[in-house]
């Protein structure tokens, strides 16, 4: 963001009183020999245009210099996914169901498992990034149709990832919310494609990628059509195996407080086990999460990917009871 100075009034003059509401600048001289601007750093508090433009001194404000004006446009605002808004100051939502979707019946009692412990929204994957060629990679375009008669049998949404351009419209049709993964966050011309899709997405931080990398790749999610990106933070690669990835609280509350994003936090992948799945989504949720996104399975000794960071179907209900009660009102 820009700011720019009535004409005759010095950068120094009103730094003071933005430095003053949280806001860290970097004076810029006109090049065009006018006013006087200062460009607002994007590690700065989010502060109301109005308190900006009752500083005297300030003449206007603009966004035309942002790195991500999209990013930027959307910030405080929900995400919509159907009928269920995430963020915007909406209680945390809770979507849930298996890593993958394996068949009709395993995806219906998912569904179940999912809709009684109060989530909104069923996760499921059909096409599998795997390190592995040899490794299970998903039932393929079938699954959706598993996907969605499960999700309404119990009045669900469906998130689910898409890999491939060539899948996009399909995905579309079935699925309310789209899922880019960890793997794909740059893979630029499968953001093109899903933005122009008309569904809002859940873009899933890259393993390595810096927040700036992040939020561009919901830039050109938003600028080819995207109508909502909310931000997924899955853990980012660390250096102990033990816990799979780290889960990177610390950009959870950057995207929320700094940026204004819808943001969730997945602490399946983050954790690779299941008994640290509640610690981590209290944490997130405390942190300022606006969803959970976790995999459960109705039976996770027998699931073809992911298993051992798959909740029991009465170990989902219990998590969604532990972090929906704050410990205020434990006492
Ligand atoms: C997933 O959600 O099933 C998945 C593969 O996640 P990620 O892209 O975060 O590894
Ligand atoms: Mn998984």
Redesign the pocket.
Known sequence: MWITLKPGVAAVEVRGALQALGLWTEPLQSQLGGADGLWVQPQSRRVSPEEILAIPGVQDLSRAGAAWPRVEAQAGRAVQVGPVSVGGGAAPVLMAGP??VESPAQILAAAEVAARAGAQIL?G?VF??RSSPYAFRGVGAEGLSWMREAADAFGLQVVT?VMREGDVARVAEFAELI?I????MQNFGLLEAVGAAGRPVLL??G?AAYVEDWLLAGEYLLAAGCPGVMY?E??VRGFDPQTRNLLDLGAVALLKEVYGQVVVV?P??SAGRRDLIGPLSRAAVAAGADGL?V?SHPDPAQAR??GPQALWPEELGALARSVGRWPREER
């Open positions: 890593c993958s996760r994957g599998k990034p990832e899922q993964g960890s793997r794909n899933k931080r393993m997924c899955r853990g997945d399946s992948h996104i995999e990917s992911d």
